[in-house]
């Protein structure tokens, strides 16, 4: 298997709306249009098998200081394989060349995140406007199970 990591182009969309599907209607990653998709294609990565897209994650930059890991995915078939580490590690070889400090995520995958050096912090400390652009979409909103989790880099 030799997954190649890549910066996604607006001919993607198709691809990773369908990867995500499962999960977005399970309500563990947050619905987001191709549009919204569209606008924000330069925060996406995406890992490969020759044609087939078997994973990807954005890092979305809040302030000079802030980024957040956002919708990572990794096709059934390809988990515990590096994948989604290697997105992440990816991610944050960006954020590094932004000189961004912090990195946040809110996952389920708890575990997965603290293995990779991220810690968990109180959701009180996310920013106000995370909260009310991407947090009130969610169908668990105001009842987050979600955890926050900060790796300073």
Known sequence: MKIEFIKAKLSDIEDMQSLVQPEVESGVILVRSSDEIATNIRSYI????????????????????????RSLIVKESYRSQGVGANLISKALDEARFFNIQKVLTLTYRQSFFEKLGFVEIPKESIPEHKIWADCIKCKHFPICNEVSLIKTI
């Open 46 to 69: 995406l890992a490969k098998n020759g044609d087939e897209l078997v994973g990807f994650c954005a890092l979305h930059i809040h302030a000079a200081s802030l980024a957040e890991i």
